[in-house]
């Protein structure tokens, strides 16, 4: 499941068309110079899931904050924000195993973002 297209239309939320598909493809262009960063592509079908499901989770999540933030949004520095702490964002309250999964694909993200600024 690597990043993809149909992403973009996943994350869409519908109050602010014109911002959701601007930061959408920020962020896809990201994701997708973050999975070849980490060459995914020549890693485990499993491990390609786990870090495509968790990107693709952090990618609404950025979108949706984006949205109810005012002010204009770059999506390196907001991903690199939010995953400061060694953690990403708290997305799947309730389902610790998911959300350790979503942490350890963040702490590999944070690397690359730090590394391209």
């Not at 952090?58 to 933030?69: F, K």
Request: some cysteine.
């Amino acid at each position: 499941m690597n990043p993809n297209e149909s992403w973009v239309d996943d994350w869409k939320i519908g109050l602010s068309p014109a911002k959701e598909d601007e930061i959408g493809r920020e962020l896809l262009d990201i994701f997708r110079r973050f999975w070849q960063w980490a060459d995914l592509d020549n890693k485990s079908k499993t491990t390609q899931q786990r870090y495509g499901s968790a990107l693709h989770a952090l990618g609404g999540w950025a979108v949706e904050n984006a949205i109810e933030d005012d002010e204009p949004i770059n999506a390196h520095l907001q991903l690199l924000e939010a995953t400061a702490g060694g953690e990403g964002p708290l997305i799947y309250q309730g389902r610790e195993e998911w959300q350790r999964e979503l942490d350890t694909v963040c702490r590999k993200l944070h690397r690359f973002l730090a590394s391209s600024c």
